[in-house]
C-alpha cells in the first residue's frame, strides 16, 4: 500500500488519531508567534496544529495531501469557529512553496520524506519562509526507533542535529533540543518517545 492509501485509510476513523489539541512542543512555542501574519502548516492532516495556529491570529494554510485528513481540519476548524484558515491539497514534495510567502513554517512530524523528497520539502520550506521568519520543526531521532511509538521505521527518515544543521545552520537564534520524553499525542502518538525541536528565523 503506497503512502496516500495509508493515511487515508488512517483517517477515515472517526477519532482525530493525533488528538484535537496542538502538538505540545508547537504550542509551547506560542510566545514567539508574531500576532497577526502568515503562516504553512505543513502537512497538517486533521488539522490539530493549522487550527491552534490560526487561532493564534494567523492567516495559515494548512497543506496535506490526504483528503480524509483535510474532511476532519475542516470540521475541527467549523466546531472552533476558525475562518482564517485555507486548505491546500497538495503533495509537499511536489508544491509550489510560494516564495516568501509566509511569516512562520511549522513542520511537525512529517518523516514519511526519503532523503531525496526532503531535500525539496526543506528547499521549499526555506524558500517560501519570509527573511525573519520563524520555523518550527518537530521530528523523531533515531533513537526513536528503539521505541516504535510512532514515526518511520527507515533510519534515514529520521532527523539529527547534523541533519538540521546542515540544512538550517544560517538561520539565526538558532536553537535545538534532542530529548527523550512521555508522548500523548492521540492513539498515534503515544508513549516514550525520542524527538528534536528546532526553533530558528531565517
Ligand atoms: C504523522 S502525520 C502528522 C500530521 C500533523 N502534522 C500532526 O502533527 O498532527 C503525517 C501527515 O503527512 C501527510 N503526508 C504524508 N505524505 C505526504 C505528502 N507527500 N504530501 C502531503 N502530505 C503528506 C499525511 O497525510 C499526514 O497527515
Known amino acids: ?20 489539541e496542538p502538538n505540545v512542543f508547537l504550542s509551547q512555542q506560542k510566545h514567539l508567534l508574531p500576532k497577526s501574519g502568515t503562516c504553512l502548516a505543513v502537512a497538517d492532516g486533521e488539522g490539530r496544529n493549522g487550527v491552534w495556529l490560526a487561532e493564534q491570529g494567523l492567516d495559515v494554510v494548512s497543506l496535506d495531501f490526504s483528503e480524509n485528513g483535510q474532511d476532519k481540519a475542516k470540521a475541527l476548524a467549523k466546531k472552533r469557529g476558525v475562518t482564517n484558515i ?8 511536489n508544491w509550489t512553496y510560494p516564495a516568501d510567502g509566509f511569516d ?5 512530524f512529517t518523516q514519511f520524506s526519503d532523503p531525496a523528497q526532503r531535500a525539496s520539502k526543506w528547499a521549499g520550506m526555506r524558500r517560501s519562509l519570509k527573511t525573519g521568519g520563524l520555523l518550527l520543526i ?23 542535529r547534523e541533519l538540521l544543521q546542515a540544512e538550517f545552520g544560517y538561520f539565526s537564534r538558532l536553537e535545538m533540543k534532542d530529548y527523550e520524553c512521555m508522548m500523548a ?10 524527538v528534536i525541536d528546532l526553533i530558528g528565523w531565517k
Open 1 to 20: 500500500m503506497g503512502e496516500y492509501d495509508r493515511w487515508q485509510g488512517r483517517y477515515a476513523a472517526q477519532e482525530y488519531i493525533f488528538g484535537e
Open 185 to 194: 499525542e492521540g492513539s498515534r502518538h503515544a508513549g516514550m518517545a525520542a
Open 104 to 108: 512562520v513554517v511549522a513542520e511537525i
Open 138 to 160: 518537530e521530528g523523531y531521532t533515531p533513537k526513536q526507533l528503539d521505541y516504535g511509538t510512532g514515526g518511520p521505521k527507515e533510519l534515514d527518515h529520521l532527523y539529527t
Open 86 to 93: 485555507e486548505f491546500v491539497l497538495a503533495d509537499v514534495h
